[in-house]
T-cell receptor, first 113, second 113 residues
Framework: DTGVSQDPRHKITKRGQNVTFRCDPI?????LYWYRQTLGQGPEFLTY????????KSRLLSDRFSAERPKGSFSTLEIQRTEQGDSAMYLC???????????FGAGTRLSVL | GNSVTQMEGPVTLSEEAFLTINCTYT??????LFWYVQYPGEGLQLLLK?????DKGSNKGFEATYRKETTSFHLEKGSVQVSDSAVYFC????????????FGKGTKLSVKP
Protein backbone atom coordinates (compact mmCIF):
# COMPACT_ATOMS: atom_id res chain seq x y z
CA ASP A 1 0.00 0.00 0.00
CA THR A 2 1.77 3.10 -1.26
CA GLY A 3 -1.00 5.53 -0.39
CA VAL A 4 -2.61 8.09 -2.67
CA SER A 5 -0.16 9.71 -5.05
CA GLN A 6 -0.61 12.86 -7.06
CA ASP A 7 1.41 14.20 -9.95
CA PRO A 8 2.81 16.75 -10.41
CA ARG A 9 3.37 18.20 -6.94
CA HIS A 10 3.68 21.70 -8.35
CA LYS A 11 2.52 23.25 -11.61
CA ILE A 12 3.13 26.78 -12.80
CA THR A 13 1.28 27.87 -15.89
CA LYS A 14 0.29 31.00 -17.73
CA ARG A 15 -3.26 32.22 -17.83
CA GLY A 16 -5.18 30.65 -20.69
CA GLN A 17 -3.17 27.42 -20.80
CA ASN A 18 -4.62 23.98 -20.13
CA VAL A 19 -3.32 21.82 -17.30
CA THR A 20 -3.92 18.21 -16.30
CA PHE A 21 -3.31 16.58 -12.94
CA ARG A 22 -3.18 12.89 -12.14
CA CYS A 23 -4.23 10.98 -9.04
CA ASP A 24 -3.45 7.34 -8.29
CA PRO A 25 -5.66 6.09 -5.47
CA ILE A 26 -4.99 3.23 -3.11
CA UNK A 27 -5.36 0.20 -5.32
CA UNK A 28 -8.47 -1.47 -3.92
CA UNK A 29 -10.37 1.77 -3.25
CA UNK A 30 -13.46 2.20 -5.41
CA UNK A 31 -14.23 5.81 -4.46
CA LEU A 32 -12.12 8.75 -5.55
CA TYR A 33 -12.68 12.39 -4.60
CA TRP A 34 -11.22 15.68 -5.81
CA TYR A 35 -11.06 18.74 -3.56
CA ARG A 36 -9.65 22.24 -3.97
CA GLN A 37 -7.94 24.15 -1.17
CA THR A 38 -7.13 27.84 -1.34
CA LEU A 39 -4.83 29.65 1.06
CA GLY A 40 -6.26 29.91 4.53
CA GLN A 41 -9.29 27.79 3.73
CA GLY A 42 -10.27 24.20 4.23
CA PRO A 43 -10.57 21.85 1.27
CA GLU A 44 -13.77 22.18 -0.80
CA PHE A 45 -15.37 19.26 -2.60
CA LEU A 46 -15.22 19.29 -6.40
CA THR A 47 -16.32 15.87 -7.63
CA TYR A 48 -16.24 12.16 -6.90
CA UNK A 49 -16.19 8.83 -8.69
CA UNK A 50 -17.41 5.43 -7.74
CA UNK A 51 -15.35 3.12 -9.89
CA UNK A 52 -15.36 4.77 -13.34
CA UNK A 53 -18.66 6.63 -12.88
CA UNK A 54 -18.60 10.32 -11.95
CA UNK A 55 -21.57 10.54 -9.59
CA UNK A 56 -21.52 14.06 -8.21
CA LYS A 57 -20.11 17.43 -9.20
CA SER A 58 -19.95 20.57 -7.08
CA ARG A 59 -21.09 23.95 -8.34
CA LEU A 60 -17.41 24.92 -8.00
CA LEU A 61 -16.66 22.69 -10.98
CA SER A 62 -17.18 25.08 -13.89
CA ASP A 63 -17.37 23.88 -17.49
CA ARG A 64 -13.63 24.54 -17.82
CA PHE A 65 -13.01 21.65 -15.45
CA SER A 66 -13.30 18.02 -16.45
CA ALA A 67 -12.43 14.88 -14.55
CA GLU A 68 -12.15 11.31 -15.69
CA ARG A 69 -11.45 7.96 -14.15
CA PRO A 70 -11.07 5.47 -16.96
CA LYS A 71 -11.31 1.84 -15.90
CA GLY A 72 -11.92 2.92 -12.33
CA SER A 73 -8.25 3.23 -11.49
CA PHE A 74 -6.30 6.51 -11.73
CA SER A 75 -8.09 9.80 -12.30
CA THR A 76 -7.23 12.98 -14.15
CA LEU A 77 -8.47 16.50 -13.55
CA GLU A 78 -8.11 18.90 -16.44
CA ILE A 79 -8.55 22.65 -16.30
CA GLN A 80 -8.94 24.41 -19.64
CA ARG A 81 -8.16 28.09 -20.23
CA THR A 82 -6.78 28.55 -16.74
CA GLU A 83 -7.53 31.73 -14.82
CA GLN A 84 -5.66 33.28 -11.91
CA GLY A 85 -8.53 32.32 -9.66
CA ASP A 86 -7.76 28.65 -10.35
CA SER A 87 -4.55 28.97 -8.33
CA ALA A 88 -4.97 26.53 -5.43
CA MET A 89 -3.95 23.16 -4.04
CA TYR A 90 -5.85 20.33 -5.72
CA LEU A 91 -6.29 17.34 -3.44
CA CYS A 92 -7.28 13.81 -4.28
CA UNK A 93 -8.64 11.30 -1.80
CA UNK A 94 -9.78 7.71 -2.03
CA UNK A 95 -11.87 5.42 0.10
CA UNK A 96 -13.27 1.93 0.15
CA UNK A 97 -16.96 2.64 -0.18
CA UNK A 98 -19.20 5.27 1.30
CA UNK A 99 -18.76 6.06 4.97
CA UNK A 100 -15.20 4.83 5.09
CA UNK A 101 -12.12 6.85 5.82
CA UNK A 102 -10.83 9.03 3.00
CA UNK A 103 -7.08 8.89 2.46
CA PHE A 104 -5.56 12.00 0.94
CA GLY A 105 -2.65 12.56 -1.38
CA ALA A 106 -0.16 15.37 -0.82
CA GLY A 107 -1.83 17.49 -3.48
CA THR A 108 -0.88 19.37 -6.63
CA ARG A 109 -0.21 23.06 -6.12
CA LEU A 110 -1.25 25.09 -9.18
CA SER A 111 -0.02 28.62 -9.73
CA VAL A 112 -1.54 30.54 -12.64
CA LEU A 113 0.49 33.59 -13.64
CA GLY B 1 -26.75 24.54 4.63
CA ASN B 2 -24.14 22.18 6.00
CA SER B 3 -21.05 23.85 7.43
CA VAL B 4 -18.24 23.65 9.95
CA THR B 5 -16.89 26.52 12.00
CA GLN B 6 -13.64 26.21 13.89
CA MET B 7 -11.68 28.66 15.97
CA GLU B 8 -9.36 31.05 14.24
CA GLY B 9 -5.66 30.48 14.50
CA PRO B 10 -2.83 30.52 14.75
CA VAL B 11 -2.57 28.96 18.18
CA THR B 12 0.83 29.04 19.85
CA LEU B 13 1.47 26.91 22.93
CA SER B 14 4.42 25.82 24.98
CA GLU B 15 5.29 22.14 25.13
CA GLU B 16 3.16 20.19 27.65
CA ALA B 17 0.39 22.80 27.60
CA PHE B 18 -3.29 21.84 27.32
CA LEU B 19 -4.85 22.20 23.88
CA THR B 20 -8.43 22.92 22.90
CA ILE B 21 -9.51 23.71 19.35
CA ASN B 22 -13.21 24.51 19.12
CA CYS B 23 -15.39 23.16 16.34
CA THR B 24 -19.13 23.60 15.82
CA TYR B 25 -21.24 22.38 12.95
CA THR B 26 -24.52 22.81 11.11
CA UNK B 27 -25.80 19.78 9.28
CA UNK B 28 -28.87 17.98 8.02
CA UNK B 29 -29.53 14.55 9.38
CA UNK B 30 -26.97 12.92 11.62
CA UNK B 31 -23.49 13.76 10.42
CA UNK B 32 -20.28 11.89 11.07
CA LEU B 33 -17.55 14.15 12.45
CA PHE B 34 -13.83 14.10 11.85
CA TRP B 35 -10.59 15.80 12.76
CA TYR B 36 -7.90 15.76 10.08
CA VAL B 37 -4.31 16.96 10.56
CA GLN B 38 -1.95 18.35 7.94
CA TYR B 39 1.74 18.32 8.77
CA PRO B 40 4.01 20.60 6.73
CA GLY B 41 4.54 19.24 3.23
CA GLU B 42 2.25 16.25 3.77
CA GLY B 43 -1.29 15.27 2.86
CA LEU B 44 -4.26 15.39 5.17
CA GLN B 45 -4.39 12.52 7.64
CA LEU B 46 -7.36 11.38 9.64
CA LEU B 47 -6.71 12.02 13.32
CA LEU B 48 -9.98 10.78 14.83
CA LYS B 49 -13.66 10.44 14.10
CA UNK B 50 -17.07 9.96 15.73
CA UNK B 51 -20.17 8.73 13.99
CA UNK B 52 -22.96 9.30 16.50
CA UNK B 53 -23.92 11.47 19.45
CA UNK B 54 -21.83 11.03 22.62
CA ASP B 55 -19.17 9.02 20.77
CA LYS B 56 -15.62 9.93 21.74
CA GLY B 57 -12.92 9.69 19.12
CA SER B 58 -9.34 9.40 20.30
CA ASN B 59 -5.89 8.93 18.81
CA LYS B 60 -2.31 9.89 19.72
CA GLY B 61 -3.50 11.54 22.95
CA PHE B 62 -6.08 13.68 21.15
CA GLU B 63 -9.77 13.37 21.99
CA ALA B 64 -13.04 14.84 20.76
CA THR B 65 -16.61 14.10 21.85
CA TYR B 66 -19.62 14.36 19.53
CA ARG B 67 -22.03 16.70 21.34
CA LYS B 68 -25.37 16.80 19.55
CA GLU B 69 -26.98 19.20 22.03
CA THR B 70 -24.31 21.85 21.41
CA THR B 71 -23.48 20.73 17.83
CA SER B 72 -19.83 20.66 18.76
CA PHE B 73 -16.78 18.42 18.33
CA HIS B 74 -13.95 20.18 20.17
CA LEU B 75 -10.43 18.75 19.89
CA GLU B 76 -8.42 18.39 23.10
CA LYS B 77 -5.03 17.14 24.16
CA GLY B 78 -3.70 17.20 27.68
CA SER B 79 -0.04 17.78 26.91
CA VAL B 80 1.10 18.92 23.47
CA GLN B 81 4.49 18.20 21.96
CA VAL B 82 6.54 20.10 19.40
CA SER B 83 5.73 17.32 16.92
CA ASP B 84 2.02 18.23 17.16
CA SER B 85 2.70 21.47 15.27
CA ALA B 86 0.42 21.26 12.23
CA VAL B 87 -2.85 22.53 10.79
CA TYR B 88 -5.96 20.86 12.20
CA PHE B 89 -9.21 20.62 10.24
CA CYS B 90 -12.63 19.75 11.60
CA UNK B 91 -14.91 18.13 9.02
CA UNK B 92 -18.25 16.40 8.60
CA UNK B 93 -20.09 14.09 6.28
CA UNK B 94 -23.79 14.80 6.48
CA UNK B 95 -26.60 12.32 6.30
CA UNK B 96 -27.82 11.75 2.78
CA UNK B 97 -24.62 12.92 1.14
CA UNK B 98 -22.41 10.78 -1.06
CA UNK B 99 -19.61 10.90 1.46
CA UNK B 100 -17.92 14.12 0.47
CA UNK B 101 -16.30 15.89 3.41
CA UNK B 102 -17.17 19.45 4.43
CA PHE B 103 -14.22 21.11 6.14
CA GLY B 104 -13.69 24.04 8.45
CA LYS B 105 -11.02 26.60 7.59
CA GLY B 106 -8.34 24.93 9.67
CA THR B 107 -6.44 25.99 12.78
CA LYS B 108 -2.68 26.25 12.71
CA LEU B 109 -1.00 25.04 15.89
CA SER B 110 2.59 25.89 16.75
CA VAL B 111 4.15 24.27 19.80
CA LYS B 112 7.32 25.85 21.18
CA PRO B 113 9.89 23.87 23.21
Amino acid sequence: DTGVSQDPRHKITKRGQNVTFRCDPISEHNRLYWYRQTLGQGPEFLTYFQNEAQLEKSRLLSDRFSAERPKGSFSTLEIQRTEQGDSAMYLCASSLGQGNIQYFGAGTRLSVL
Amino acid sequence: GNSVTQMEGPVTLSEEAFLTINCTYTATGYPSLFWYVQYPGEGLQLLLKATKADDKGSNKGFEATYRKETTSFHLEKGSVQVSDSAVYFCALVYGGSQGNLIFGKGTKLSVKP
